[in-house]
């Protein structure tokens, strides 16, 4: 056992050295990329500074621009508003009194049709009736007298006798 120990302290020796060799390829492969990390952000730095401070300038003078399109935009809408709300009470208005005109003239007509059949009714009872009472007296007075005469019954195209109460339709 006591060989073995020298032959510890060799391995060991040997594997402290791979290790110490690990950590400075480690420590140049991390420079390399450090350098090549900050060439990167130079570059990035110098394309990306002029456009940040560019659209940072296009803020600054467009923020009152777009301040006063959002109170125009607002007014606008105001506006606009108050013309619909007018424009829907106009409309309302309209459509009231059209209501209105159409009931009146559902009425007119009502009246209009009642007066006419009252008056056909009136006509029927004043001159129609009393025709026809007359006519029909007439009828019976030339019937007696044709009767009394002695005369006959007038006849038809046809020849044949028409009775008296058919001529008048």
């Given at each position: 056992m006591?060989?073995?120990?020298?032959?510890?302290?060799?391995?060991t020796?040997?594997?402290?050295?791979?290790?110490?060799?690990i950590?400075?390829?480690?420590?140049?492969a991390?420079?390399?990329?450090?350098g090549?990390?900050?060439?990167?952000?130079?570059?990035v730095?110098?394309?990306?500074?002029?456009?940040?401070?560019t659209?940072q300038?296009?803020?600054?003078?467009?923020?009152?621009?777009?301040?006063?399109?959002?109170?125009?935009?607002?007014?606008?809408?105001?506006?606009?508003?108050?013309?619909?709300?007018?424009?829907?009470?106009?409309?309302?208005?309209?459509?009231?009194r059209?209501r209105?005109?159409?009931?009146?003239?559902?009425?007119?007509?009502?009246?209009?049709?009642?007066r006419?059949?009252e008056t056909?009714?009136?006509?029927h009872?004043?001159?129609?009736s009393?025709?026809?009472?007359?006519?029909?007296?007439?009828?019976?007075?030339s019937?007696?007298l044709?009767?009394?005469?002695?005369?006959?019954?007038?006849?038809g195209r046809?020849?044949?006798?028409?009775?008296?109460?058919?001529?008048?339709?």
């Amino acid at each position: 056992m006591e060989n073995l120990v020298p032959l510890f302290i060799i391995v060991t020796a040997i594997a402290v050295v791979i290790q110490a060799g690990i950590l400075v390829a480690l420590f140049i492969a991390v420079r390399q990329t450090s350098g090549r990390v900050e060439a990167l952000a130079s570059e990035v730095k110098t394309k990306a500074v002029p456009t940040i401070e560019t659209a940072q300038a296009m803020l600054v003078e467009l923020r009152p621009r777009v301040t006063e399109i959002v109170a125009n935009v607002e007014y606008s809408s105001r506006i606009a508003r108050a013309q619909i709300e007018r424009v829907d009470a106009t409309v309302s208005d309209a459509v009231d009194r059209t209501r209105l005109q159409v009931i009146r003239a559902d009425e007119l007509i009502n009246r209009t049709l009642d007066r006419v059949e009252e008056t056909s009714e009136m006509v029927h009872r004043t001159v129609v009736s009393p025709i026809r009472q007359l006519q029909g007296f007439v009828q019976g007075l030339s019937a007696g007298l044709e009767f009394f005469l002695g005369r006959k019954r007038r006849r038809g195209r046809d020849g044949m006798g028409v009775p008296q109460d058919e001529l008048f339709i």
